[in-house]
């Protein structure tokens, strides 16, 4: 499998597969058809089937996929086979939160520093790490081996630590912070705006609400 040649939507879509997966597993299914990925990942059997092909796994006629070998596939395709230690920068209510959640240790991703800029927060403990100041995020990126870095600042400060990330050597950054962000290439960006995403699903409420004003 050549991992540069995965479409980027076929790429958007492998974490779903892998859930599925892991809650197959979870409950004792051997395997699952396309049909059956599909229906828990919410798409077509045809998309599922070309997604995986990307992955050199076809299935076995009449049995369908193996999951913990698909699992174990996914999982290298998506870099989850190694150790992914990760930093947080900006500790505040979004910041403590993704510090506390234990999705990142169950996906392999361990979270080994925490840092804040407000000297208030600097020395406190959250999720059983000590805030440690940003002003030594080059030496902590260096030091232990980060290469992925989650921003949840505000928006006013995160280019400048963007930049200051991807100059210490990270090269994926995950944004929280309301705004674009600009990385060069090869770093891989992901921006989760959480406002945005309400605003998007207000557009869609706001037209399920007038069906039914007009239907009543």
Do not use: C, W
Request: proline share 5%.
């Amino acid at each position: 499998m050549d991992d540069r040649r995965i479409p980027e939507a076929t790429v958007a879509r492998l974490p779903r597969y892998l859930q599925v997966l892991l809650d197959a597993a979870e409950a004792g299914t051997t395997t699952l058809s396309s049909e059956d990925l599909a229906t828990a990942a919410g798409l077509t059997s045809a998309k599922v089937r070309k997604d995986l092909s990307f992955l050199g796994s076809h299935g076995t006629r009449g049995v369908g996929y193996r999951v913990p070998q698909l699992a174990d596939e996914i999982s290298v395709a998506l870099g989850l086979t190694v150790d992914r230690p990760l930093v947080i920068v900006g500790i505040g209510n979004l910041g403590r939160a993704l510090a506390s959640y234990d999705g990142f240790n169950r996906r392999g991703f361990r979270v080994v520093g925490l840092l804040d800029a407000d000297p208030a927060k600097v020395g406190t403990e959250v999720a059983g790490l000590d805030v440690e100041s940003v002003e030594h995020l080059e030496t902590i990126v260096a030091e232990r081996g980060v290469g992925l870095a989650v921003i949840a600042t505000p928006a006013p400060h995160a280019q400048s630590l963007a930049d200051r990330l991807v100059a210490a050597g990270i090269g994926a950054l995950l944004n929280f912070a309301p705004t674009h962000l600009v990385v060069p290439d090869p770093v891989a960006l992901r921006t989760v705006d959480l406002s945005t995403e309400l605003q998007i699903l207000s557009f869609y409420e706001q037209g399920v609400t007038g069906m039914d004003a007009a239907a009543g």
